[in-house]
């Protein structure tokens, strides 16, 4: 018979009891806890059983749903601040890559196009107004030795200051009728990118510039337009050029300052420049070979320079007198007897205005008007040097961008009638630069041939080398006409003077 288990007060509980904890204190207290108990449920009430659990199952329970929490919080972040990838698309095939004569093709047919044109027949308009130039050549080419020194003084605007051009045609005639020395040149650096193939030129920093586009003045800029101030001691410019003699321009006016001349590093020449408003002209013999001449202000009192002339005594010059972005009419706004000074004392054999670039991109451009205006410009340089001839060159051609792109710019054939009209009524010869580049519409062939620059307004030193040829073909050509009929009169010049 088995023994029944009495539980008592001091009988020790344990977790392994199959009585739930109610049941048990029920059972000690004999039931008459009703809170405990509660109601008598008849004879036969039975507990429910409860299964056995882990105090910690609990708490592992709510560690792994925080932990799994925290990594789906980190992985959303992750994927929010990170941007989306996109799958990439297949590289496209690569075209086999161009031949050397696949790529020179289009320049190579642009270069031939342009050599066409070049060629291509196209007279001097009104070649009679060379005459008196044609006449100083043919002496110069039958007596090197003994005949006078032939000065030409090219005006014109930024494809005149390159120097390129002027230099081609410079080199051309020098080695056909002889080198009469660099000539004219501006004194120090009167802008940036200043230059002449045929001379050096430095200058100290605190010089003004006068005469430059947007700059307003007193006219007061002498032969080329151009004139160099500086007020303060120890400035200085430099030449360094070959030649058998040299002058310098300047200024004398009330309250000048004074400056130091040398030669090859010499003994200085103090000049005064105080005085009456007058050109100032200093003669400097230096002998054949190559020179550096400097001058160098002493007082804080202005000293303004025009520029120097370096000559050899036989020869000629071809002298350049460019101004970037210049315009023809600018030139009414120097002062008439200084240039005419200054010409004068060149006594030009030549002169040639090369304008109309910039002309042709003003919004109120009219024929009228700038014929008016060229003509006062050509009659002014015909004042100032009546025996010189007169050549006007006509602008190159232009391209502008538009809207739908890069299209020949219409100006520059009023431009171009404009000077062709006043060149006819002053009695200059024309060339038409234009038609000798291939017409309207040409700079697109000079751009793809590499001999224009890709604003379709300039050339690369190689295109106006090429237009340089050009003109001296043309006025050699002229001159070889004019040779055969000078022979025939050996006695006396083209213009009935003795020899």
Known sequence: M?????????????????????ALVCKVRGGADPLVCGAPAGPTAEVPKTPRTSPLKPILTFAFALAFALALSVAFGAAAASPAKTRKKPAAKKPAPRTHAQTQAPRTTASETVTNWLDAPLPLENPAALVPFLERLYRAEKNPTTAAPI??????????????????????????FGNGGPGFSHAGRPYNGYRRYDVKSF?????????LVGRDGDGMYGLAGIAMTASRPNQFVQLYAQCQSAELLYLQQPGGGPFELTVDGGDAQRIETDGPTIPG???????????????RTLESKPVRLFGWTTDNDHGITWETLGINGAQAGMQLAWDADLLRAHITRRNPALIVLAYGTNEAGNSDLTLEDYRATFTKVLARMRQASPTASLLVIGPPDRWVRTRAGWAPMNNIDIVTEAQRQASKSIGAAFFDLRARMGGKGSMRSWVQAGLAQYDYVHLTSQGYKLLGAALYKEIAGQFSAFQKVRDEVPGKTAIGRQN
Not at 6 to 21: E, G, I
Not at 203 to 211: A, E, P, V
């Open 2 to 22: 088995k023994k029944k288990n009495k539980l008592s007060p001091h009988t020790p509980l344990s977790l392994n009891t199959s009585l739930s904890l109610n």
């Open 151 to 176: 000065h030409v003084l090219h005006y014109g605007d930024s494809h005149t200051a390159s120097d390129d051009w002027a230099a081609e045609l410079r080199t051309l005639f020098q080695s056909r």
């Open 203 to 211: 200058g100290s920093l605190n010089w003004y510039t006068h005469g």
């Open 281 to 295: 002209f200093i003669k400097i013999p230096a002998g054949p070979g190559e020179h550096r001449f400097e001058v």
